[in-house]
């Protein structure tokens, strides 16, 4: 699966927003001994702040704009995939990308696209993660990161970190504590994953 130059996986990681998850695995991916390289980020919104926080890090980007495609989910997938062609991508990781997805981008990258979810998967897939997982009393919360499949949040986990709950925590509080466990975690298990080491639970 890998570069023949660098012997390292071309990972594409997709975004929408700030994209600390995609700075994190773009810095995991210069270190001397990383399996796998990022080789772009796309973003299906242009005002994405993690553009410009992949331009200074010098990863390629691009945009494919879903506005654009008005309700044709399928074409917008489809130019996403002339991208990933274009790249010779190997490995999807989203990472914070707000598009529910279609059977055709799944199944073009099926055990091939991997997912971070704030919450401890099963539960609390979808939004709204640390303020539920606070309303449900839950003396720990954490983050996933599992392979995408048809379901949302849905797929295969390869990897949690569980994070303690604070007894005066707000849904902020814990998900920015969450999102520290998220940047340690990620990169581990994407670097697990394409080194083929990763357990599927
Ligand atoms: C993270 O909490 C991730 O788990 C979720 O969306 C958030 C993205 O944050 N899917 P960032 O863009 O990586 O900073």
């Not at 919104?45 to 008005?70: C, I, Q, S, Y």
Request: proline share 6%; aromatic share 4%.
């Amino acid at each position: 699966m890998a570069n023949a130059r660098t012997g390292r996986v071309r990972v594409a990681v997709l975004i929408s927003g700030a994209g600390s998850n995609m700075a994190a695995l773009i810095d995991a991916g210069l270190q001397a001994d990383a399996p796998f390289e990022v080789v772009l980020v796309l973003s299906n919104k242009p005002e994405a702040g993690g553009l410009a926080t992949a331009e200074a890090k010098g990863v390629p980007t691009a945009v494919v704009d879903h506005a654009a495609f008005g309700k044709d989910r399928l074409a917008h997938e489809q130019a996403v995939q002339t991208v990933l062609d274009a790249h010779r991508i190997e490995v999807v990781a989203l990472a914070g990308y707000m598009r529910l997805l279609t059977p055709f981008l799944v199944g073009r990258w099926a055990g091939r696209m991997l997912n971070i979810h704030p919450s401890l998967l099963p539960r609390y897939p979808g939004l709204d993660t640390h303020a539920r997982a606070l309303a449900a009393g839950d003396a720990e919360a954490g983050c996933t990161v599992h392979l995408v499949t048809d379901g949302v949040d849905d797929g295969p986990v390869l990897g949690q970190a569980a994070v303690p709950v604070q007894p005066d925590d707000t849904p902020a509080a814990l998900a920015q504590r969450v999102l520290v466990a998220e940047h340690v975690l990620y990169p581990r298990v994407l670097g697990d994953f394409c080194r083929g080491r990763v357990r599927r639970s």
